[in-house]
């Protein structure tokens, strides 16, 4: 009796691991929806965030990727960093870009990695290429808002940064998105912006559904504060994807993702 009853338990555990590990440790794509209201717009606007490719494919030629983002239809496609490793390592970035070039707008702004090697100017040069806008502190406006980026501070000298996030501070009222890295810098972005959108987190590698949002994230240690979704910060909030790697440290409960922001106008 006692030998079957411990072969039971045995069959139970292997029945449930079986089950919960393939879906614990799940890399297939997963779309993620987020909407913040603003007086500041007067019509929708819809954006779509990849970050933290690490040039990893979703299916041949980025089919999967690029397929789920044109069935969101967004008005522009921010790349929020880490999107590779080096010039030589760009199949993954290259496949997205260039399947999506001349649809939509495509904005760009550096990550850690790219920084690492003192190579990003390579990398910018070669997405210019291929049609995609580079954010170095600077600009551009769509539909009714301002979408601002900066530098990974790999990239730059501490002053250089600091340069760069104060240009894209908001001046006249126009709602500001910023596109920057790394999330564990919010201090730095909680005035000026309306919204502001990182990466880096991997949304803290391993996740345990209503018990742990985040074990461990680059730049913040563990159990992080930002690791995904939206978080209040000053006036505006701050939107942190879990990203796209597949190739890193092992993703538990954590799929990748695309992340949807839709800016729509507040209702009277």
């Known amino acids: 009796m006692r030998k079957r009853r411990r072969l039971l338990v045995l069959g139970l555990i292997a029945v449930f691991l079986a089950v919960l590990l393939p879906l614990a440790l799940s890399q297939q794509l997963e779309v993620d929806t987020y909407t913040i209201v603003s007086p500041k717009v007067e019509a929708e606007v819809t954006l779509a965030v990849a970050t933290d490719l690490h040039d990893s494919f979703f299916g041949e030629n980025q089919r999967e990727l690029i397929a789920a983002i044109r ?54 040069a070669a997405l210019r290429e291929m049609g995609a806008t580079v954010l170095e502190g600077d600009s551009a406006s769509l539909g009714g808002i301002r979408i601002a980026g900066t530098d990974d501070p790999l990239c730059l000298t501490r002053a250089d940064w600091q340069a760069q996030v104060e240009d894209c501070r908001a001046q006249d009222g126009t709602f500001t998105v910023l596109m920057a890295h790394r999330p564990d810098r919010a201090d730095s972005y909680a005035t000026g912006f309306d919204l502001v959108v990182s990466g880096h987190a991997h949304g803290g590698q391993v996740r345990i559904p209503g018990l742990i949002d985040g074990l461990w994230a680059p730049n913040q240690g563990w159990f992080p504060e930002y690791t995904s979704g939206l978080y209040p910060l000053g006036d505006g909030q701050l939107a942190v994807s879990r990203g796209l790697c597949k190739s890193a440290l092992p993703r538990l409960f954590n799929r990748p993702e695309l992340m949807i922001l839709r800016i729509v106008p507040e209702e009277e």
Do not use: F, W
């Open 71 to 124: 069935a969101e239809n967004p008005d522009a496609l921010l790349l929020v960093g880490d999107m590779c490793e080096s010039p030589d390592e760009m199949d993954g970035v290259r496949a997205l870009v260039g399947g999506l070039a001349g649809e939509l707008p495509i904005l760009y702004t550096t990550g850690n990695h790219e920084c690492q090697g003192s190579e990003d100017k390579q990398i910018k």
